[in-house]
């Protein structure tokens, strides 16, 4: 069966320091991975999507990059965190359609989620 | 931008009673997603509907999609408690790899 890790669980971080959080997934290749970030009390916005390994789409400008290292790792950066980075930042993955083991393969699978507090 | 618009932001109801959630969007789809997330924890799917589906059900869950309306509703029948939880739809646009969510309705189930 296929799963997702994300870490770290919480992370709080100063204004100014870096940051990167790290998602894998298991059981399965060749996913399309996602990054999202949820404001408190709001829905989730895509920041990053990666259809293969180096493939990155960005969907919002801002100071966030990710990278795909390996075709079942997913990484999200910065070099310098502000204030509005702060949220709940989570990993997704899609499988290729009918091999995620959905009815469809088109759901996606979300990882538990990172808290990140910029102070 | 959010594709997905929900209705009601927050919904409060009693045990055994049914909850419906409402979800408007702008533009044509391939399919439309439910999905649920306990409060802090990752999202978890519940049921997707196709374009050319008007109405699918799973267990005590019922989705109907309204295309020329852009709209789409969540029922769930004889509400529990453990149904307390954020409910989101999320539409997915043709030759898209992506989903576009909504805000979200928080419900909550009193026992």
């Known amino acids: 069966s296929q799963t997702i890790h994300q870490w770290p669980a919480t992370l709080v971080q100063p204004v100014g320091s870096p940051l990167s959080l790290e998602c894998t997934v298991e059981g399965t290749s060749n996913p399309n991975l996602y990054w999202y970030r949820q404001a408190a009390g709001r829905g989730l916005q895509l920041l990053f999507y990666s259809v293969g390994i180096g493939q990155i789409s960005s969907e919002v400008p801002q100071n966030l990059s990710a990278s795909r290292p390996q075709d079942r790792q997913f990484i999200l950066s910065s070099k310098k965190l502000l204030l509005s980075d702060s949220g709940f930042y989570l990993c997704?993955?899609?499988?290729?359609?009918?091999?995620?083991?959905?009815?469809?393969?088109?759901?996606?699978?979300f990882g538990p989620g990172t808290r990140l507090t910029v102070l | 931008s959010q594709q997905g618009e929900e209705d009601p932001q927050a919904l409060s109801i009693q045990e055994g009673e049914n909850a419906t959630m409402n979800c408007s969007y702008k533009?044509?789809?391939?399919?439309l997603q439910w999905y649920r997330q306990n409060s802090g924890r990752g999202l978890v799917h519940l049921i997707l509907?196709?374009?050319?589906?008007r109405e699918k059900h799973s267990g005590r869950l019922r989705v109907t999609l309204d295309t020329s309306k852009k709209s789409s509703s969540l029922l769930i029948t004889a509400s529990r408690a453990a149904d307390t939880a954020s409910y989101f739809c999320a539409t997915e646009q043709g030759g898209s790899e992506k989903l576009v969510f909504g805000k979200g309705t928080k419900l909550t189930v009193n026992p």
């Open positions: 533009t044509s789809i391939n399919n």
């Open positions: 509907i196709r374009s050319n589906e």
């Open positions: 997704a993955w899609r499988g290729i359609s009918g091999t995620s083991g959905g009815a469809l393969g088109l759901e996606q699978f």
